[in-house]
C-alpha cells in the first residue's frame, strides 16, 4: 500500500486533506493488523476444536481395534460362545440375533414410515402437521422408554406374547427407527421436482400411479439413505433390548424367544475378569462398530449420489 | 425449442433411472450380502440344533442306550487349557457313565444319575444369579454335549430378575442366592426350591504392595462401607494387622448397583458382627439384597462391573462371587468368622462352611458367619427356582433330569471354578425336592 | 363419499384449464384412487397408535406409584430399598448436572468445529472432516460408555480430578474424595456423544446463511474471522439454538453409557468430582430386578419423569424456534 504524499507546500487545504488521509490510514493498517492476528488466533482456535473433535473418535476406533482385531478370524464368526476357559468360542448367535431382530424391526417400520410420510406428503391441515411434530418429538424419546413400552404390551402380565422374546426387541427397535424413516422419506419425496408430479398428473395418470412410477423412483436414494441410518442407529442400541430380550448364548431363530445380540453380548462380556471374555466382547465391538460403520458410509455415498444427480 | 426441453428432460430421466437403479443394485446386493452371511453362520453354527433335529427322529424307543457324545463339526472339543491369568486348573471334561439300565423312560421314570442323559428334547431358558453363571455356563455346556436333545439358554442379569422372571412364569427356571420367601407361588402355581451349588463371597482388595489375606472383621468392613474408615492405613485396621505395611492410599468402597447374593451375606454378616454402627444405620436389622449404604462408593452392575474396578484401580475394596475373583487372581480379605478365626475364601474352608448345614432347606438356608477353625463365614447356596405343577410334561422330565445331573455328576465342574461341590446332604435334599414335580394332573413326574 | 375425495385434490394450480379440474376429480373418484388413501391413513393411523399408545401405557404403568406417593414423587430425596422408594429428585439434579456439564463442553468445541468447517477450511479437507466427525454418532453408545469406565476413568482418577482440585478459583466445583466415576467423567462421555449432533447441524445453520451477508461484511472490509464472527454466526443463532437443544435431548435420555461412568451413589453430589446417579442410570439399574407390583411402578415412574423432561426441553425449543422464525419472516 504505497503513501502518496502531495508534495509539501501545496496549500493548507491539501495538506489538511492529506495528513488526514495518511491519518485514516495508518489506523487503519494498524486495525488491519490488530484484526488479522486476532483472527489468525481464532482460527487457530477453531483448528484446536476440530482437533478435540476428533480425538474421541481417533481413540475410540484405536481402541476397539486394538482389543478387538486380535481375536477375529473366521470361526469367531461362526461358532457359538463356549464357557470360560474353553477355547474356539465366537459370536455366531449374537450375529444371527442380531440380523433377525434389526431384520424384523425394518420390516415393520419401513413400510409404514413410509406410507406416514405418503400421508404427510399428500396431505395438509392440522392432523399432518401434528404427526409430523409428534415424529419430531419421538426423534428426541430416550430408548430406554421405547423398551419399557415394548415390555408393557409385549412381556408383562396380561400381555400378547408374555416372556422376553426377539420380536419384542424388533418392535421397540421398530418404534426407534419410525420418526427417522418418517422424516428422511417425507424430505426425499418432497425434493422430487414439482413439476414431475404435475406432468404425470397432466397425463390423466392415477395419483398412486404418479406416486409409485415417478415420486417414490425418483425418491429412490433419499428413501435408501434414510432407512440404512435408521438401520444403522438400531444396530448399535443397547438399553431397548437390555429390558426386552434377554439374550442367549445359544442359536436361536425363533423370534418368539429370547435370542442373542451383538450390543447384549458385549454388555454381558465387557467387564468380566477373565481375559478370554473380554476378548470376546471387544471382538464383538469391533463387529458392532464396522458395521454400524458401513451402514453410514454406504448411506452417505448413495446420498452424495443423490446430491450429483440433483445438481445435474 | 419444445423438443430440446422433452429431449432434455428424457435424457435426465433416463440418467435418473440408471443412477437410481444402480443405487438399488447397490443396495440389493449389501442387503443379499448379509443375508448371505448369516445364513452360514447358522449353518456353520454348533451342534446343539443341528444334532438335535437329527436325534429327535432316532430316540423313539424307550429301551436306548445314552448316546454317546459326539463332537460334531463346529464344536472344538474340550482339552485341558491354560490361561494367562487365571491360577484355576481347568480340568477335561469328564463325560458321564453310558447309561446301561433299561428302565429308563424319556417320558419319566426314575430319577437317577445313570438315566438323567436320557429326557425330552427341550431349549430351556432361565435367567437368574450372576453369580452362578460360570458354573452354569460349563455345567449346561457338558450336559448338551452328552444330552444333544436338550440345550440351555442362561442370563445372568442377577438373582431379582431370576425371581422376577420365575414367578411371571416367562422363563423356564430361574436362580436365586437367596430362597423365596415360602411358600413360593407365582403365576403357574407353587414354586420348589433345589440347592444346586455352593460358593463364596470373596472380599477382594487392589493393593499392590501388600500381600493376600489382610485380616478384617466386621466392626472394620461396616467402617468402610458407612464411610467412617477411609484411608487404608487407618488404626482399625493397622490394629488387626499388625507387621503389614499398609499405605496412606483413600480406600474405594465398591459395591454392586444392582439387587445381589453377595451383597445380601455381606449385609447379613455385618448385621451380625458389625455391631450397632451397621444396625443402627439404614442397613437396618434385615439383611436385603440391595445393598442399603447407597451413598458411600462406586456402585457397579453385576459381579463384573465389581471385578473390573477393583483391577482397574488402587486402593478398591469390594464384594464379588469367589470364583470370579479366582478368575481374576485377586487378593483377598481373610475374614473373621464365629469362632474367632480369621479365614480366607477357598475350596475348602467354603466346603466346610457348606457342611455346616445339616438341616438345609428353604426357611433355613443361611450359612453366613459359620464357626469352626477353617470356615469363611461368606458362603451360600444358590437355589434353582421350578414350578412344581409342569404344564408341559415332557418340558418337566427333561428340567427335572437336568438339575438332576447338576447337582449330582456336574459337581465334578465345581471345584475347578471355584464352587464347592455340594454335601451328601444338600444333594438328598435336592434329589427329594426334584421328586416332586409334578404333571399338569397332579401325578409326579418320577418314579424314585 | 365424493366430498373426502374432493380434499384430497392438490391445489388448484395444478391445472389452469378451466373445465379440466372436473375431469381430473372424476378420474380420482375412480376406485383405483381409494386403495391408495387407504394406504396413506393406515400408515398414519398406526403410527398416532403406537405415540399415543406410548404415552397411555407408560402413564398407566407408573399410575400405581403416583398413587402411592402422590406428587411427593417428584421430589423425593431419601433411597429406601426395601420400601421400594428412589430418589427422585436425586436423580432429576444428577441428570441436570450431567447434561448441563456435557453441554458447557461440547457447545464451545462443537459450533468452533462446526464454523472451521463450513467456513475456514478448504473445500477438499472440510468434506472428509465432517464425515469423519459424523462417524462417532455411528459408534455404540456402549462402546462409549466401556471406553469412558476403562480407558478415561483411570486417566481422571489419578491426572485430569486432581488436577482440577488444585485450582484454586474452581474450589466450588472441584473438592472431594474422587475415585473416576463422577458427574464430571459422566459429563464428558455424554458431551463426545453429542458432539456429531451439535457439528452437523450447527454447520447446515452456518451454511444456509445467505452470501450476501458475508460479501456484505467482506465489503466493508472484514477480514475472514471477522466475517464469520460478525455476520455468519449471529445469522444462524436459531440453528445452532436448535442443534443444542435436540443434543440435550440426546443427553438427557442416555442410559447404558451413563450408569456405567456415573458411580450410582444415591446421594446429592457434593461436587463435579463426586459420583452420582441419574434418570436414566437409575432405571437401567433398576428395572429388570424390580419386584411386580409398586417397586416396578416406580421404576417405570422415573421413566415417566425422564419422558417428560425431555419432551418438554424438546418442544420447549420447537415452539421457541418457531416463534423465532416466524420472527424473522415477518421482518423480511
Not at chain 1, 502531495?6 to 489506523?27: H, K, Q, W, Y
Not at chain 1, 426377539?166 to 419410525?178: D, E, K, N, P, Q
Not at chain 2, 503389614?244 to 448397583?257: G, H, W
Request: proline content about 6%.
Amino acid at each position: 500500500m504505497s503513501l502518496t504524499v502531495l508534495p509539501a507546500g501545496s496549500g493548507d487545504f491539501t495538506d489538511a486533506i492529506g495528513t488526514r488521509r495518511e491519518l485514516v490510514r495508518e489506523s487503519a493498517r494498524r486495525s488491519l493488523a490488530r484484526r488479522r492476528i486476532a483472527g489468525r488466533i481464532a482460527i487457530a482456535l477453531c483448528m484446536v476444536a476440530v482437533a478435540i473433535s476428533l480425538a474421541p473418535l481417533v481413540a475410540l476406533v484405536a481402541y476397539t481395534t486394538s482389543r478387538g482385531i486380535r481375536v477375529l478370524s473366521w470361526s469367531f464368526l461362526t461358532h457359538v460362545p463356549t464357557p470360560p476357559g474353553i477355547p474356539g468360542g465366537g459370536i455366531s448367535s449374537a450375529i444371527v440375533g442380531s440380523v433377525i431382530i434389526v431384520g424384523l424391526a425394518a420390516v415393520i417400520a419401513v413400510p409404514v414410515g413410509t406410507m406416514c410420510a405418503l400421508f404427510l406428503v399428500e396431505r395438509r391441515g392440522r392432523l399432518a402437521g401434528a404427526i409430523r411434530f409428534g415424529a419430531d418429538v419421538l426423534t428426541g424419546v430416550p430408548s430406554i422408554a421405547l423398551g419399557i413400552f415394548a415390555y408393557a404390551v409385549l412381556i408383562g402380565p396380561g400381555s400378547l406374547i408374555g416372556h422376553f422374546s426377539g420380536l419384542a426387541g424388533s418392535f421397540a427397535l421398530a418404534v426407534l427407527m419410525l420418526p427417522i424413516v418418517i422424516r428422511a422419506s417425507e424430505a426425499a419425496m418432497r425434493s422430487v421436482p414439482r413439476d414431475l408430479w404435475e406432468a404425470g398428473l397432466a397425463l390423466g395418470v392415477r395419483r398412486s400411479r404418479v406416486v409409485r412410477s415417478v415420486v417414490l423412483r425418483g425418491a429412490l436414494p433419499g428413501l435408501v439413505t434414510g432407512n440404512l441410518l435408521a438401520v444403522a442407529r438400531a444396530v448399535g442400541e443397547t438399553a431397548p433390548l437390555f429390558v426386552t430380550v434377554l439374550g442367549a448364548s445359544l442359536l436361536v431363530t425363533n423370534p418368539l424367544q429370547p435370542m442373542g445380540a451383538l450390543s447384549l453380548t458385549i454388555f454381558n462380556n465387557a467387564n468380566q475378569a477373565l481375559p478370554a471374555a473380554q476378548q470376546l466382547a471387544w471382538g464383538t465391538a469391533f463387529v458392532l462398530l464396522v458395521l454400524v460403520l458401513v451402514l453410514s458410509v454406504v448411506a452417505r455415498l448413495v446420498s452424495a449420489r443423490l446430491n450429483r444427480q440433483a445438481r445435474r | 425449442m419444445h423438443r430440446g426441453a422433452d429431449s432434455r428432460r428424457a435424457r435426465d430421466n433416463h440418467d435418473g433411472r440408471d443412477v437410481s437403479r444402480r443405487s438399488l443394485h447397490r443396495w440389493s446386493t449389501l442387503a443379499l450380502a448379509l443375508g448371505a452371511l448369516s445364513l452360514v453362520a447358522a449353518a456353520c453354527s454348533s451342534t446343539p440344533t443341528a444334532a438335535k433335529k437329527k436325534t429327535q427322529k432316532t430316540t423313539a424307543s424307550t429301551t436306548t442306550t445314552s448316546p454317546a457324545p459326539t463332537t460334531t463339526s463346529a464344536v472344538v472339543a474340550a482339552a485341558p487349557t491354560t490361561t494367562t491369568a487365571a491360577p484355576a486348573a481347568h480340568t477335561v471334561a469328564t463325560t458321564p457313565p453310558k447309561a446301561t439300565s433299561s428302565a429308563c423312560s424319556t417320558s419319566g421314570g426314575p430319577l437317577s444319575a445313570a438315566c438323567d442323559t436320557q429326557s425330552p428334547s427341550f431349549k430351556a431358558s432361565g435367567a437368574g444369579a450372576n453369580s452362578i453363571q460360570p458354573f452354569f455356563t460349563r455345567v449346561f455346556y457338558y450336559y448338551s454335549q452328552a444330552n444333544k436333545s436338550v440345550s440351555v439358554n442362561y442370563s445372568p442379569a442377577g438373582s431379582s430378575v431370576g425371581v422376577t422372571d420365575i414367578e411371571q412364569n416367562t422363563v423356564s427356571f430361574g436362580d436365586s442366592e437367596i430362597p423365596i420367601k415360602t411358600p413360593a407361588s407365582g403365576t403357574g402355581g407353587n414354586i420348589v426350591q433345589v440347592p444346586v451349588d455352593l460358593g463364596g463371597v470373596a472380599i477382594s482388595y487392589n493393593l499392590p504392595g501388600v500381600a493376600a489375606g489382610l485380616k478384617l472383621d466386621g466392626p472394620t468392613l461396616a467402617g468402610i462401607y458407612l464411610g467412617k474408615i477411609t484411608k487404608w492405613n487407618d488404626s482399625a485396621i493397622t490394629a488387626l494387622n499388625p507387621g503389614v505395611n499398609l499405605p496412606p492410599t483413600t480406600i474405594v468402597p465398591v459395591r454392586r448397583a444392582d439387587s445381589s447374593g453377595p451383597g445380601y451375606d455381606l449385609d447379613q454378616y455385618l448385621i451380625d458382627t458389625g455391631g450397632s454402627t451397621w444396625t443402627g444405620s439404614a442397613a437396618g436389622t434385615t439383611a436385603s439384597t440391595k445393598w442399603p449404604i447407597t451413598n458411600v462408593g462406586i456402585g457397579e452392575q453385576l459381579n463384573t462391573g465389581v471385578a473390573g474396578f477393583i483391577q482397574q484401580t488402587p486402593g478398591a475394596i469390594g464384594y464379588v462371587e469367589y470364583a470370579y475373583s479366582l478368575q481374576a487372581g485377586f487378593t483377598n480379605v481373610a475374614l473373621k468368622n464365629a469362632a474367632g478365626s480369621y479365614v480366607k475364601p477357598s475350596q475348602s474352608s467354603i466346603a466346610a462352611a457348606g457342611s455346616q448345614a445339616t438341616t438345609l432347606s428353604a426357611t433355613n438356608f443361611n450359612i453366613v458367619n459359620g464357626g469352626g477353625a477353617g470356615t469363611y463365614p461368606l458362603a451360600n447356596f444358590s437355589w434353582t427356582l421350578l414350578y412344581q405343577k409342569q404344564s408341559n410334561t415332557s418340558q418337566g422330565v427333561a428340567l427335572g433330569k437336568l438339575f438332576d445331573w447338576v447337582t449330582t455328576t456336574g459337581q465334578q465342574q465345581a471345584t475347578a471354578l471355584g464352587y464347592s461341590p455340594l454335601p451328601a446332604n444338600v444333594v438328598a435334599l435336592a434329589h427329594q425336592t426334584l421328586l416332586t414335580l409334578e404333571n399338569s394332573a397332579g401325578k409326579a413326574l418320577f418314579t424314585s | 363419499m365424493s366430498t373426502t375425495l374432493l380434499e384430497e385434490v392438490p391445489p388448484p394450480r395444478l391445472s389452469p384449464v378451466p373445465g379440466v379440474k372436473d375431469g381430473l376429480q372424476r378420474r380420482w373418484a375412480r376406485p383405483g384412487g381409494r386403495a391408495y388413501a387407504i394406504l396413506r391413513w393406515t400408515g398414519a393411523t398406526i403410527f398416532a397408535v403406537i405415540v399415543i399408545g406410548l404415552v397411555v401405557s407408560l402413564m398407566a404403568s407408573a399410575s400405581q406409584a403416583f398413587g402411592h406417593s402422590g406428587l411427593s414423587f417428584l421430589w423425593s430425596g431419601t433411597y429406601n430399598a426395601t420400601k421400594d422408594i428412589y430418589p427422585t429428585g436425586i436423580y432429576i439434579i444428577g441428570t441436570l448436572i450431567t447434561t448441563a456439564v456435557a453441554i458447557v463442553l461440547a457447545v464451545p468445541i462443537g459450533v468452533g468445529t462446526a464454523a472451521f468447517l463450513s467456513e475456514l477450511a478448504p473445500k477438499w479437507l472440510a468434506g472428509p472432516l465432517s464425515v469423519l466427525i459424523d462417524l462417532i454418532a455411528a459408534v455404540p453408545s456402549i462402546v462409549v460408555g466401556l471406553w469412558g469406565l476403562l480407558v478415561l476413568s483411570p486417566v481422571f482418577a489419578r491426572h485430569v480430578e486432581p488436577f482440577l482440585k488444585k485450582i484454586p478459583v474452581l474450589e466450588w466445583f472441584f473438592h472431594g474424595p474422587a475415585y473416576g466415576p463422577s458427574m464430571l467423567l459422566a459429563g464428558t462421555v455424554l458431551a463426545v456423544m453429542i458432539l456429531p449432533t451439535i457439528v452437523a447441524l450447527s454447520r447446515t445453520a452456518l451454511a444456509s446463511v445467505a452470501s450476501e451477508d458475508r460479501e456484505a461484511a467482506r465489503a466493508l472490509g472484514a477480514t475472514r474471522w471477522q466475517v464469520v464472527r460478525t455476520a455468519v454466526v449471529p445469522g444462524a443463532r436459531t440453528g445452532i439454538e436448535a442443534a443444542v437443544i435436540l443434543a440435550m435431548g440426546r443427553a438427557l435420555g442416555e442410559t447404558i453409557a451413563v450408569s456405567l461412568v456415573i458411580g450410582n451413589n444415591n446421594a446429592l453430589p457434593h461436587s463435579l468430582l463426586a459420583p452420582g446417579a441419574t434418570l436414566g442410570s437409575a432405571i437401567i439399574n433398576n428395572f429388570g430386578e424390580a419386584n411386580p407390583g409398586l417397586d416396578k411402578s416406580s421404576v417405570i415412574g422415573l421413566v415417566v419423569v425422564l419422558l417428560a423432561i425431555t419432551a418438554l426441553v424438546n418442544i420447549g425449543g420447537q415452539l421457541l424456534l418457531r416463534r423465532r422464525l416466524r420472527a424473522v419472516g415477518a421482518t423480511t
